[in-house]
């Protein structure tokens, strides 16, 4: 009868162990297994065949499957198969433990169902300590927060820019890959982003679907509305860390902090001027190529800057809103009052960095500075002769009859 060796170093047939192990495993070549048994026989103890030289392993590799190895073999399918056994009772493979009672959703954590149930109730237990705003999770609360930390983790790897979430870098790495995929069937323009498409839309069919309910005001974009909301509640939650100064919008405070850093970014190309806004520029670069888009709807006079408009139209109205607290004088511009009150005063901020010489405005100051640079600006068109100030010119220009 056949011997071999088991578990725990006690010997019984093989036959009994096929009995107590429920499976057959006779071999399906006999004269594998009587040569793996005789192998097996040959490295008992006292065996000579212990002090034979081993075969190499390339041999060894190609020797067929023991009964040891079978045994492991099915110990692990045992195992494998208990596992599976196990994994099928678990709520998180099969069916969810927690069910909403309004929709479809379902989840295996109460925290994720919490949440969700919110979405329904409205409720928003999670406000922000700087602007009473509330949130329905702790997650939109943080991501809420960086509008008023100015925390922006997420830096594109290309360009550098900073973003303070996930889904704006994502949109924003859509512009270096260059591609547009959506395209406006109005006027051809194309988009990275179906939601910049969807508000580009809205200039073509005119659409204002944001609406104030304060002034009644309407708005393209909803992110146009809340920054006008402000105006009327006078929030101002970005606050300078220089002077104090508070403002409604995080841009307007990245601007505001470049008169305290110096920082000019914004070059015109034409005449290497710098600017510490893009808009300004925008408005200077129309000083280049003479573009007045600003039109007076009663003299048709244009103008490149909407502020000089808005002035120029108080003429038609007589508007004169600032008076003078001093002789009550009054004018269509506030500026021209504060140059006024300096006749009162004796003010003179605006001085001359080679002679000294004080001014109550900065125009005059550029205009005496001309008198120790010789820059003559203003050019004749006829004759070529320049002049240092405009009104010069202007008696100038009588004399070719013009």
Known sequence: MDIVKVEHDTWEPQTARNEHSGCN?????????????????????????????????????????TKYTKRRLQDNIIKVESQLHMDNQRPDLCEKRHKCDICSYSTNHKRDMRAHIRTHTGE???????CDKAFSQSTTLHKHMRVHTGEKPYKCSTCG?????????????????????????????SF?????????????????????????????????????????TGEKTHMCTTCGMGFSRSTTLQAHMRSHTGE????????????????????????????????CSTCDKAFHHPGHLQKHLKIHTGERPYKCTICEKAFSHSITLHKHMMLHT???????????????DSA???????????????????????????????RHMRIHGE
Request: glycine content about 6%.
């Open 346 to 360: 004796g003010e003179r901020p605006h001085k001359c960095a080679t002679c000294g010489k004080g001014f109550a």
């Open 25 to 65: 495993m006779t071999s399906e070549h006999p004269n594998e297994e009587h040569s793996s048994l005789t192998r097996a026989e040959s490295t008992k103890p006292g065996s000579s065949s212990m002090h034979t030289k081993s075969a190499p392993a390339t041999e060894r590799a190609a020797e067929p499957v």
């Open 161 to 189: 820019k900073a973003f303070s979430q996930s889904t704006h870098l994502q949109r924003h790495s859509v512009i270096h890959s260059g591609k547009k995929p959506y395209k406006c069937t109005t006027c051809g323009k």
């Open 192 to 232: 990275s982003d179906s939601g910049y498409l969807q508000n580009h839309t809205r200039i073509h069919t005119g659409e204002k679907p944001y609406k104030c309910t304060t002034c009644g005001k309407d708005f393209h974009y909803s992110n146009n509305l809340k920054q006008h909301i402000k105006i009327h």
């Open 124 to 130: 928003r237990p999670h406000k922000c300590t700087c």
């Open 264 to 295: 000019k970014p914004y070059k015109c190309t034409t005449c290497d001027k710098a600017f510490s806004r893009s808009n300004k520029l925008k408005i200077h670069i129309r000083i280049h190529t003479g573009e007045k888009p600003y039109v």
């Open 364 to 394: 005059n100051l550029q205009k005496h500075v001309r008198t120790h640079t010789g820059e003559k600006p203003y050019k004749c068109a006829t004759c070529g002769k320049a002049f240092s100030r405009t009104s010069t010119l202007h």
